[in-house]
């Protein structure tokens, strides 16, 4: 049984309609579930079957039909739109498949941006940037630009951004999905470590085998959830 000052995140009976000309489409149908702190848990489902949708959600990227999302127990529904940015900002670290770095940008100063937003002062923004980015391996690619780097080089440098503001949640959208197996082993080593310290962690995919070999599985199939695995 969690215990509700443990529960990072809530979803209580959430569902997202869209309206496609005369058609409305359920992409997410009832959905409830809770998210402890330091959890680590995969999202699963094939393309269509609302999983990207509900990240989307969690992430405050979106808001829902109907039903609640909680986070640290504070309504989102509630929120305006800085409140919004300010919980995308400091509480949820993002890991896309497609990295997401801006290509004008060094890896440094794609880091350092998310400090940037919170107001940062730069030697610090600058200092922490560095000691991520030693830790992710890439202290030989401060300064080079996206399109010098290799997809796992690219990942890295992704979760390196996703990590230096502490976030509560990381959310990773098929992160290891353009990568080769062997990379994609050690992208998910590196989620392991960070889970280890505390953070929470949520992966996004349709991979089976990432997907079970992580401690929690929720299934979605339809906008439904048809499986929440513990294993």
């Not at 496609?20 to 079957?49: C, K, Q, W, Y």
Request: proline share 4%.
């Amino acid at each position: 049984m969690m215990k509700e000052e443990n529960i990072l995140l809530s979803l209580d009976n959430v569902s997202k309609l869209y309206k496609m000309g005369e058609t409305v489409v359920t992409a997410l149908d009832g959905v409830s579930f809770n998210v402890e702190r330091g959890e680590f848990l995969s999202i699963m489902g094939p393309s269509g079957s609302g999983k990207s949708t509900c990240m989307n959600l969690i992430g405050c990227l979106d808001k829902p039909t109907s039903g609640e999302i909680l986070i640290n127990g504070k309504k989102v529904s509630l929120m305006n739109q800085n409140q919004l940015a300010e919980i995308r900002n400091r509480t949820i670290g993002f890991v896309f498949q497609q990295y997401n770095l801006l290509p004008n940008l060094s890896v440094i100063e794609n880091v350092m941006l998310p400090l940037r937003y919170q107001g940062v002062p730069v030697a610090e923004r600058r200092k922490r940037a560095e000691k991520v980015l030693d830790r992710m391996g890439l202290s030989d690619r401060l300064n080079h630009k996206p399109s010098e780097l290799s997809g796992g080089q690219k990942q890295r440098t992704a979760i390196a951004r996703a990590t230096v503001t502490d976030p509560a949640l990381i959310l990773a959208d098929e992160p290891t999905g353009a990568l080769d197996s062997h990379t994609g082993e050690s992208v998910m080593d590196l989620f392991n470590e960070i889970n280890r310290e505390g953070t929470t962690i949520i992966v996004v995919t349709h991979d089976e085998k990432i997907g079970r070999s992580l401690p929690r599985t929720i299934r979605i199939l339809d906008g439904k959830i048809q499986e929440d695995f513990h294993a």
